[in-house]
């Protein structure tokens, strides 16, 4: 199995809070986010449990992974499970892979994941008074609760995974642990 190589690290610039903040309390606090795309849409995750960002590297499969597990692969003697994003939110798989997909390495609460995305665009940080709460939306659906708020920025909207509670959800097909 190869070893995956590092793309660059992420660093965050002070402790995030907990995910599933109701963030229409009209604090002032700033939060930190990872930018991405998923089929033409913008998403972000919490800084704190972004560990690393890779550029793809090769996998290997596993037989009888639910369809949204891409494989595994090697992180510096660790395995890591590689989870097709696009997949797992109920995406079509995308056509061909590009120079700007990369594997988003998260650690949350010791569960320790690779996700694959279309892009990264840049570490984002809002103010959390300018998150509208999901519950503002009156979402339904399966991945409902793993949406934790939806953010302007610029002349687009930012969708705000909770990467903890789409993890836990998925514990069992996520083994990969980072204690």
């Not at 009888?64 to 660790?78: E, F, I, M």
């Not at 940080?125 to 709460?133: A, L, T, W």
């Amino acid at each position: 199995m190869k070893e995956l190589s590092t793309d660059r690290s992420i660093e965050p610039f002070s402790p995030g809070s907990p995910s599933g903040t109701d963030f229409a309390d009209g604090s002032d606090e700033i939060l930190q986010l990872v930018s991405f795309t998923l089929a033409g849409e913008n998403y972000g995750c919490e800084v704190i449990h972004v560990q690393e960002i890779n550029r793809l590297s090769d996998l290997t499969r596993v037989p009888k992974a639910p369809h949204y597990v891409d494989g595994v692969v090697n992180l510096r003697g660790k395995i890591l499970p590689v989870i097709n994003f696009r997949r797992l939110l109920g995406f079509p798989s995308a056509s061909e892979v590009t120079e700007d997909m990369r594997t988003i390495v998260v650690n949350a609460e010791g569960i320790l994941a690779g996700l694959t995305v279309d892009s990264v665009n840049q570490v984002i940080r809002i103010p959390r008074k300018d998150i509208e709460n999901r519950q503002d939306f009156n979402m339904a659906g399966s991945f409902a609760d793993a949406i934790t708020g939806v953010a302007h920025l610029d002349d687009s909207l930012v969708t705000i995974i909770d990467i903890m509670s789409l993890l836990r959800r998925h514990q069992s097909d996520v083994s990969g642990s980072g204690r």
